[in-house]
């Protein structure tokens, strides 16, 4: 940790070189968001949020790989026991810069966000409660600053409503 900044820029020990960080924080117990700032050196790579990870192999995980949003399932400590729920590219994704990623978690519904832009609503049914955190793959070293969670976590752009409100008052 640096200055409110956690990075990570070894392979860790788990999977596909996962380092998987968690929170020892309280998860709110029927719907939540988690969210975070990340910024990779390399594209190639991938990291981004976990949640409803059970402190071992099991969590899902939301986050760049390859300049694409990914949301997965990881269901124990091999490449051949996790899916791949979803995959897009977005033009809201911005490589090489900070990017913010938001993770709504319902009794079993998904809601991923990344800059303040919904990509992908999935029904999930066997979603089960767990810890949240940070998670990265392979040789990437990357950036994470603001990790919140809680009932709610607040846009990261002023709208234009309220951009426009601002300039009045100036």
């Known amino acids: 940790k640096r200055a409110g900044r956690i990075v990570v820029s070894e392979a860790g020990d788990g999977f596909g070189g996962r380092s998987l ?11 939540f968001e988690v969210g975070v700032f990340v910024k990779l ?6 990291a981004g949020l976990a949640f409803a990870a059970d402190g071992d ?20 400590p091999t490449v051949y026991s996790w899916q791949i729920l979803d995959e897009l590219a977005s033009e809201h ?10 993770v709504h978690v319902g009794p079993d519904k998904l ?7 919904l990509l992908i609503e999935r ?5 089960k ?12 070293s990357a950036i994470f600053k ?23 008052k100036i």
């Not at 192999?57 to 124990?76: A, D, E």
């Not at 409660?129 to 990437?140: A, E, I, M, S």
């Open 21 to 31: 960080c968690l929170a020892n924080r309280e998860v709110p117990e029927n719907e």
């Open 41 to 46: 050196d390399d594209e190639a790579g991938a």
């Open 57 to 76: 192999q099991r969590h899902f995980g939301f986050y760049p790989s390859g300049g694409r949003l990914r949301l997965t399932q990881f269901n124990g």
């Open 93 to 102: 994704y911005r490589p090489d810069e900070w990017n913010h990623l938001k």
């Open 111 to 117: 809601r991923c966000y990344v800059n303040d832009q």
């Open 123 to 127: 029904r999930v049914p066997d979603l």
């Open 129 to 140: 409660p767990g810890k949240v955190g940070l998670v990265k793959f392979r040789q990437t």
């Open 146 to 168: 603001r990790f919140e969670l809680g009932e709610t976590v607040a846009p990261t752009q002023i709208s234009l409503e309220r951009r426009d409100k601002i300039a009045e």
